[in-house]
């Protein structure tokens, strides 16, 4: 019971650190800059994660698993990742790591309990998943799931 209590507390506190650093974010992040070869940010320019995200080249091929795999990287590796770009996180929170389609595959089941089942990540939606989003994802897990 002890240890549920400071799970509780530490995610309360995590809740509340997030919202400071969005509520003071908003005002003091630069205008966003466009090319044509980089992926378009969050859709929310005010967003802290809307410049901090590193642009990575798009994945090679095509298909429902690039698409995912899009997805994941834009709205998970954030904070999933070997090099977070969140400022709340220097290594990946619960040790889950999404930087690889092997990780990711790895991940399925997970990443469609808390992204589609629950929306409880990412963490407040602060990467601004949407809802095709998260269906994408549940349909790709459960086809991958399906095929096994």
Request: glycine share 6%; with cysteine; proline share 9%.
């Amino acid at each position: 019971m002890q240890k549920l209590k400071w799970m509780l507390f530490g995610s309360g506190l995590t809740l509340v650190i997030l919202g400071l650093f969005l509520w003071f974010g908003k005002e003091q992040t630069p205008p966003i800059s466009h090319s044509p070869q980089t992926h378009q940010p969050a859709e929310n320019p005010g967003s802290i994660y809307a410049t901090a995200q590193p642009q990575r080249p798009a994945p090679a091929g095509t298909g429902e698993f690039a698409q995912v795999e899009r997805v994941i990287r834009e709205r998970c590796t954030v904070c999933h990742s070997n090099r977070p770009t969140s400022p709340l996180f220097s290594e990946a929170p619960a040790a889950v790591l999404l930087d690889t389609p092997d990780q990711i595959r790895q991940m399925a089941p997970r990443i469609k309990q808390q992204a589609v089942d629950s929306s409880a990540m990412p963490l407040g939606n602060v990467t601004q998943m949407t809802q095709a989003e998260r269906d994408l994802i549940g349909h790709w897990v459960s086809r991958l799931h399906s095929a096994r």
